[in-house]
């Protein structure tokens, strides 16, 4: 497991906050920050159910392993796809957070969810995350906790708008006086995206490749909008005529072309958030404008575009991959000042 630095304090605290969210799951320890960061992929035995790795050793083993071995991730659209998976995942997580030792105490959780999940989704996380050691669960919005998380004052009346881009869901939230007044919900997001590519090159070249090669196709040369210079990848795949290896380039352009949906939905989901804005709330985000969180939110030009369609001003919040948990971190280091943000 690879872990990130963190002082250790004498007095160890089992208060945890968890954003399980599709693409990473981060966990943050009250007292010590953020202790675990790692892709939400587990590996088990199908025959014991036996857990053999999670996180990064998990993801290296996605579509390579044999019929002994199921390795995948457990979250979809930012809410549970497999239960029992999902479970022994956060069990391995806080184990390793624990360094492998039992604590006596069961920890106290604050669980990041999105906006628009329903009851029974948020009643499988909860119950999840007590299966997996808490004894105590609380939940807040994404939007809420990245809000919290990007440095918006979302204490005061005015008005704060934050997009939150993620691996499975894109959250459009106005905030104020610590409580969401109009929040928008899609299942867009980062794996949308790479599965996007993923039939734009199928159906353009017959070429088949997996969804962690688009990942990268679309770190590296994604773009919402097509600047002067051309980039170009090499990409590697099953040719699905021959069904021989096959190499190809592919350039910038295209996958702005296999982009293009995608972003639209998001744009779209943006745009209903601001029709739906109260007038005097209105005015402030005139002033305050757009912030930007979530991974995907990285997409190069995409605050160009998003200024270009809501003519207000965009920016992209420090270390926007973190918000949510550094949001959640925050609400479980002052509890009693953010408990009006924790969802009911």
Do not use: W
């Not at 239960?83 to 391995?92: D, K, V």
């Not at 170009?232 to 021989?244: N, V, Y």
């Amino acid at each position: 497991m690879k872990f990130l630095p963190a002082v250790l304090t004498r007095y160890f605290s089992n208060d945890l906050g968890i954003d399980l969210g599709t693409a990473n799951t981060i966990i943050y320890v009250k007292n010590r920050g953020i202790v675990l960061d790692q892709p939400s992929v587990v590996a088990i035995k199908t025959s014991t159910h036996e857990v053999l790795a999670a996180g990064d050793r998990a993801k290296d083993m996605l579509g390579k392993t044999p019929e002994s071995i199921i390795a995948c991730r457990p979250m979809r659209d930012g809410v549970i796809a497999n239960y029992q998976l999902t479970e022994s995942m956060l069990r391995f997580f806080i184990k390793e957070v624990h360094n492998n030792r039992t604590t006596l105490v069961r920890p106290r959780m604050i669980v990041g969810v999105p906006s628009g999940i329903t009851q029974v989704e948020k009643r499988a996380i909860e119950d999840s995350a007590k299966q997996a050691g808490a004894r105590e669960v609380h939940t807040i919005m994404e939007p809420m906790a990245a809000a919290i998380g990007a440095g918006l004052n979302v204490e005061d009346p005015t008005g704060n708008m934050i997009v939150d881009i993620g691996g499975g869901t894109t959250e459009v939230a106005i905030i104020s006086l610590k409580d969401v007044v109009y929040c928008k919900s899609v299942r867009m997001g980062g794996d949308e995206m790479d599965r996007a590519i993923v039939q734009y090159v199928k159906r353009k070249y017959n070429l088949l490749i997996g969804e962690r090669t688009a990942e990268v196709i679309k770190i590296n040369i994604g773009t919402a909008m097509l600047g002067s210079e051309v980039q170009e990848a090499t990409i590697k795949g099953r040719d699905l005529m021959t069904g021989l290896p096959k190499t190809l380039t592919l350039t910038d352009a295209e996958v702005f072309e296999a982009l293009t949906e995608p972003i639209a939905i998001i744009i779209d989901a943006v745009r209903s958030a601001l029709e739906n804005t109260p007038p005097e709330l209105s005015s402030d985000l005139a002033e305050r404008g757009i912030t930007l969180a979530g991974g995907t939110s990285q997409l190069k030009n995409l605050t160009t575009l998003l200024e270009a369609e809501t003519k207000l001003p965009v920016r992209l919040a420090d270390d926007p991959l973190r918000c949510v948990i550094t949001g959640i971190g925050k609400v479980l280091d002052n509890l009693d000042f953010f408990r009006d943000a924790l969802m009911r």
